[in-house]
C-alpha cells in the first residue's frame, strides 16, 4: 500500500495542474512539506512558497511576495490592509503557467530568503493596569507569580482586563484571573 501525502480537498479539478506546478518547483533547491494540508516549499525550515486550489484558480503562494520586484505584473495581495507580505500568483489554466517565468520569480523568492527580506510583525503596544498593579502592590505573591509568567502570557492577562470598557467588569475581570495567576494557569492554556 503506497503512502499517500495528505492533499488539501480544495486540490480537487486542479489536481494535474498542481502537478505541473510541482515538476517546475523541483527544479529548485526548495524542500517540500506539507502544512496546513496543502503543499509549502521551504528553505532552512522557512516559508518560501505554497500551492493551493481554490474554486476559480489554482495559486503559488510567495510568504514574502512584497519583496518581488513582480515585473510581470502576476501578483496579487488577496486582503488588502490584512496581508502585509503574502502574494499569490493565480492561474485560471494549465494554459496559463510560463515555467521560465515561475522560476524566476521562485529563483528571486529564494534569494530574498537568503538575504532574510521578511517583514518583522509589528510590536504590540505595552498594556497597563492600574487595577492590576494596585493588587499585585498588596500581595507580593500574586506580584511574583505574575512576573513568572512569559511575556506574551502577561500581555494577554493585561490585554484581557483592559479591553474590557467599565471600571466594575475590569474589577470582576480580575477577580477571576488572580487565581488563575497564582496557580501558574495562564488566560488561554486550556486552549493550548
Avoid at 503506497?2 to 517546475?24: F, P, R, T
Avoid at 510560463?98 to 524566476?104: C, G, P, R
Avoid at 498593579?133 to 500581555?155: G, H, I, T, V, W
Amino acid at each position: 500500500m503506497s503512502e499517500k501525502k495528505h492533499v488539501w480537498d480544495k486540490m480537487n479539478q486542479w489536481e494535474e495542474e498542481i502537478l505541473l506546478l510541482k515538476s517546475i518547483i523541483d527544479k529548485t533547491e526548495l524542500t517540500e512539506t506539507v502544512k496546513w494540508g496543502a503543499p509549502v516549499y521551504v528553505l532552512n525550515k522557512k516559508n518560501v512558497i505554497g500551492l493551493g486550489g481554490f474554486k476559480d484558480y489554482f495559486t503559488i503562494w510567495f510568504y514574502n511576495g512584497v519583496f518581488l520586484k513582480d515585473e510581470k505584473k502576476k501578483l496579487i495581495n488577496a486582503q488588502e490592509e490584512v496581508t502585509k507580505s503574502l502574494r499569490q500568483w493565480r492561474f485560471k489554466s494549465k494554459a496559463e503557467i510560463n515555467e521560465k517565468d515561475i522560476l524566476e520569480y521562485i529563483q528571486e523568492a529564494i534569494e530574498n530568503e537568503k538575504q532574510g527580506k521578511v517583514i518583522k510583525p509589528s510590536k504590540k503596544e505595552a498594556i497597563i493596569s492600574e487595577l492590576l498593579n494596585k493588587e499585585m502592590e498588596q500581595n507580593p505573591a500574586l506580584k511574583e507569580a505574575f512576573e513568572n509568567f512569559k511575556p506574551y502570557k502577561q500581555y494577554e492577562f493585561l490585554e484581557y482586563i483592559e479591553s474590557a470598557k467599565q471600571e466594575k467588569t475590569k474589577i470582576s475581570r480580575i477577580e477571576k484571573v488572580i487565581p488563575m495567576i497564582l496557580n501558574h494557569v495562564g488566560l488561554n492554556d486550556k486552549y493550548r
